[in-house]
């Protein structure tokens, strides 16, 4: 949070962008609006306290846009078919990556979680409204988990490391797939408003400073870092 105030306070910026949802929802998307006016209060649900949203309230209180920098679920999809994969290894790719969210954020405390299920119901809800496809059911699922890493996904001490982009399993794969597209994204987003004129404040995860970083230094020079202690 400390280094998105001071983000604000030495970039002064024209354009905020934020991870997590599509650029093409627009600037000051009106349903992330009303998230962004609940940081802060009582009713501000987990997302709502993230600092995504505690730097969309800094970007209305200071009269800036904000934007998606993400693409399109249907954009993703279009790229994964080309490269051979199936609907159903989207899914499964989305589910274990929701999976090991859920286990590093605390929400579940174990692979063999007893609320496995009911939190299984929301993510499948989120793939149906997210990629407009049938997920799979949890029984399809425990199935494609043991043919895919051969073992049961409740017994699994790596579960936590499944949807790394960095292994060679098919999950790892999408993955891979998944962080490329999304960072040339990003990077196209950045020139355009770059390009526009404007200052931009970009707020994500750090993996894609890792990503994009070589790109960025050809484009912008050496970059000045600022350690937040």
């Known amino acids: 949070m400390r280094a998105v105030a001071i983000g604000f306070s030495r970039a002064a910026p024209g354009i905020v962008i934020l991870e997590g949802f599509p650029t093409a929802m627009g600037e000051n998307p009106a349903p992330l609006v009303k998230k962004a006016l609940e940081y802060g209060t009582r009713n501000a649900d987990e997302y709502a306290r993230g600092e995504n949203m505690y730097a ?10 904000f934007v998606g920098g993400e693409p399109t679920r249907g954009e993703q999809l279009k ?5 051979g994969f199936a609907n159903a290894d989207v899914c499964f790719a989305y589910m274990v990556g929701s999976f090991v969210q859920a286990l590093r954020a605390g ?16 993510w499948a809800q989120g793939f149906r409204d997210q990629y407009a496809l049938e997920p799979l059911s949890p029984g399809e699922f ?11 996904y409740a017994g699994d001490k790596h579960l936590s490391t499944r949807a790394d982009p960095g292994t060679s399993s098919m999950v790892g794969r999408i993955k ?9 994204h990003l990077l196209g987003l950045i020139r355009k408003y770059l390009d526009g004129g404007k200052s931009v404040l ?14 960025l230094e050809l484009e912008l020079g050496k970059p000045g870092i600022r350690v937040i202690r």
Do not use: K, N
């Not at 790229?79 to 490269?83: A, I, R, Y």
């Not at 425990?142 to 049961?152: D, E």
């Not at 970009?202 to 790109?215: F, N, R």
């Open 107 to 122: 929400t579940l405390e174990a692979p063999g979680d007893a609320r496995f299920r009911e939190a299984y119901a929301v």
């Open 142 to 152: 425990a199935q494609v988990y043991r043919a895919t890493f051969g073992v049961a």
């Open 202 to 215: 970009v707020v994500y995860g750090g993996s894609h400073w890792s990503t994009l970083s070589a790109a």
């Open 79 to 83: 790229v994964f078919t080309g490269l």
């Open 176 to 184: 891979q797939a998944e962080m490329h597209i999304r960072d040339e």
């Open 56 to 65: 969309a309230s800094l970007a209305l209180r200071s009269h800036v846009p």
